[in-house]
């Protein structure tokens, strides 16, 4: 069992930055892939990134490559997102998910791949 709790998000003008956290419980973190999905009001929710249980293999959203950066410490049992650059089309629901099951280019972009997710933390950002 995991439980995931994400922290971080608030209101920021186009532009700026912002950095989430999640912090995971449970021994087992370390052999779980951790991933940052993203909803906004009225629309699905949508893949950002991901990262592999070693931390050595991410694949990210078109929409942020090059502005985002997901980092995992499996010491600590967290995962963070940095996000420059930010525009207002990033506002949403920013939700923490984890998996045990194997990434692959195929499929790590299915909500149905995450075993656990968190309670979400708001991100907006303004014009």
């Known amino acids: 069992q995991v439980q995931l709790v994400e922290s971080g998000g608030g209101l920021v003008q186009a532009g700026g930055s912002l950095r989430l956290s999640c912090a995971a419980s449970g021994r087992t973190f370390s052999r779980y892939g951790m991933a940052w999905f993203r909803q906004a009001p009225g629309k699905e929710r949508q893949f950002v990134v991901v990262i592999n249980w070693t931390g050595g293999v991410t694949y990210y959203g078109d929409s942020v490559k090059g502005r985002f950066t997901i980092s995992r410490d499996n010491a600590k049992n967290t995962v963070s997102l940095q996000m420059n650059s930010l525009k207002p089309e990033d506002t949403g629901i920013y939700y923490c998910?984890?998996?045990?099951?194997?990434?692959?280019?195929?499929?790590?972009?299915?909500?149905?791949?995450?075993?656990?997710w968190g309670q979400g933390t708001q991100v907006t950002v303004s014009s």
């Open positions: 998910a984890a998996t045990n099951g194997r990434l692959a280019s195929s499929n790590y972009y299915y909500t149905a791949l995450y075993n656990y």
